[in-house]
């Protein structure tokens, strides 16, 4: 998408890697992912207030924080667009392994921190404006 369009792509997980490493310490998680939250923040904010399109690569886990992202992006007048990309937890599981394999890999992902993850996920609300993206399995 980034390559489509002149917008700045910022995704969560390489900034984790790249400032923590491939697998962060698990009693340090939660607080390094947060210092990176508040980081990007401040970069793709200040790419609105220049009228920069940005691409947030985040999983959006709840509802209160799609609906925090999106009352910050219609603050500066820019569009909110949410894109879900779904496929069965199998196949999830399989890209995963196949990221976590990989030489270049963003951040390494367990097979229990995918479970956990997949239960704090919040399913988008029927009135929650979103364009679906097709996935090939």
Not at 40 to 48: A, K, N, P, Q
Not at 70 to 83: C, K, Q
Not at 99 to 122: G, H, M, Q, W
Request: hydrophobic letters at 40%; aromatic letters at 14%.
């Amino acid at each position: 998408m980034e390559h489509q369009t002149s917008a700045i792509r910022f995704t969560h997980n390489e900034w984790m890697q790249r400032l923590y490493g491939k697998d962060p310490p698990e009693q340090q998680f939660a607080e390094y992912a947060k210092r990176v939250s508040f980081l990007m923040e401040e970069l793709w904010v200040r790419c609105l207030r220049m009228n920069v399109d940005v691409i947030l690569d985040f999983g959006f886990w709840s509802q209160a924080e799609r609906d925090r992202i999106r009352s910050v992006i219609t603050e500066f007048g820019a569009d909110f667009r949410l894109y879900r990309l779904t496929c069965p937890d199998e196949i999830a599981w399989k890209r995963i392994q196949a990221r976590n394999n990989a030489p270049d890999c963003s951040l390494y992902i367990a097979a229990n921190t995918f479970s956990v993850l997949k239960a704090r996920f919040e399913p988008l609300d029927e009135d929650e404006a979103r364009m679906e993206v097709p996935q090939n399995f």
